[in-house]
């Protein structure tokens, strides 16, 4: 499975920008899908995960309620869409595919490229 993430952008607090990941291959509905994010300086940390149906959702609370992931198998694409954006939500984000939806990094096989996404206040 190989990922290309897409959507990186620059957008002030309080407003909005959608990410895509778009995955290779025809295995795409067998995964669970995760985003990542990484801040300079900072670890990369679990942002939301979606297994492989869409039936199942898990947040960070740091986002919880303002951020939303979701998929289309048919088009092999994962989402998040993110509103109320805040300087914070400043990141590298990566879109990664494995065997459950998990919050662990390490439980992902697959990654994508990383797209910055930058919020100003």
């Known amino acids: 499975v190989q990922l290309q993430a897409s959507g990186r952008g620059l957008v002030q607090a309080g407003g909005s920008l959608r990410l895509s990941c778009a995955a290779s291959?025809?295995?795409?509905?067998?995964?669970?899908m995760g985003w990542f994010r990484q801040a300079p300086g900072k670890e990369r940390e679990f942002v939301a995960a979606?297994?492989?149906?869409?039936?199942?959702?898990f947040y960070a609370d740091s986002v919880k309620g303002r951020f939303t992931i979701s998929r289309d198998n048919a088009k092999n694409t994962v989402y998040l869409q993110m509103n109320s954006l805040k300087p914070e939500d400043t990141a590298v984000y990566y879109c990664?595919?494995?065997?459950?939806?998990?919050?662990?990094?390490?439980?992902?096989?697959?990654w994508g490229q990383g797209t910055l996404v930058t919020v100003s206040s």
């Open positions: 990664a595919a494995g065997p459950s939806g998990s919050r662990r990094s390490d439980h992902y096989a697959y």
């Open positions: 291959g025809n295995i795409f509905s067998l995964h669970a």
């Open positions: 979606i297994n492989w149906n869409g039936h199942n959702t």
